[in-house]
T-cell receptor
Framework: DVKVTQSSRYLVKRTGEKVFLECVQDMDHENMFWYRQDPGLGLRLIYFSYDVKMKEKGDIPEGYSVSREKKERFSLILESASTNQTSMYLC???????????FGPGTRLTVL | QKEVEQNSGPLSVPEGAIASLNCTYSDRGSQSFFWYRQYSGKSPELIMFIYSNGDKEDGRFTAQLNKASQYVSLLIRDSQPSDSATYLCATNSGNTPLVFGKGTRLSVIA
């Protein structure tokens, strides 16, 4: 079974802090994705990566950056957290772009 | 802008009934279609995928695809209270990430 893990289930940070969210998958998937999910807005794609050291902007990249130094690991970085970044953050991976995505358990981030 | 539309619900069905969830998509080039189930506070989990026109059955679930009309549906037979969740439809075309609908909330009443 594909396993996607995320570093924290719950995280509370202060405005202005730098926040790192980590995601690891164990199935040698090429593609990895970061989403945020908010009530009424659905899943919104922040960034994705098709290969190591490659990244592509999704629909809402502002205020975020990413890093993929190893195939199995994809990190989301909030350079200076703001209260409007309070959300559920979901990481996913897939073998190919036309394949199904497998999601991690999510990190519920609260920025105070 | 590629879009996937779903009725937000809630869709309420009695236990044992058939629940029918529908999804329409805008991109005629869409090739792959997925249904995810998401329980409150949890992450989405894949239920089914379908690539070809017609029906695909897996246990109590049937996915139906009609590319000419650009819709895909999910039928849940013998609905159980444990099926109460939000169901997300997703599609993609070519070398692009999945586009997700906002989901339909299903409530199965015991």
């Amino acid at each position: 079974d594909v396993k996607v893990t995320q570093s924290s289930r719950y995280l509370v940070k202060r405005t202005g802090e730098k926040v790192f969210l980590e995601c690891v998958q164990d199935m040698d998937h090429e593609n990895m994705f970061w989403y945020r999910q908010d009530p009424g807005l659905g899943l919104r794609l922040i960034y994705f990566s098709y290969d190591v050291k490659m990244k592509e902007k999704g629909d809402i990249p502002e205020g975020y950056s990413v890093s993929r130094e190893k195939k199995e690991r994809f990190s989301l970085i909030l350079e200076s957290a703001s209260t409007n970044q309070t959300s559920m953050y979901l990481c996913a991976s897939s073998l190919g772009t036309t394949n199904e995505q497998f999601f991690g358990p999510g990190t519920r981030l609260t920025v105070l | 802008q590629k879009e996937v539309e779903q009725n937000s619900g809630p869709l309420s069905v009695p236990e044992g009934a058939i629940a029918s969830l529908n999804c329409t998509y805008s991109d005629r080039g869409s090739q792959s279609f997925f249904w995810y189930r998401q329980y409150s506070g949890k992450s989405p989990e894949l239920i089914m995928f379908i690539y070809s026109n017609g029906d695909k059955e897996d246990g109590r679930f049937t996915a139906q695809l009609n590319k000419a009309s650009q819709y895909v549906s999910l039928l849940i037979r013998d609905s159980q209270p444990s099926d109460s969740a939000t169901y997300l439809c997703a599609t993609n075309s070519g070398n692009t990430p999945l586009v997700f609908g906002k989901g339909t909330r299903l409530s199965v009443i015991a």
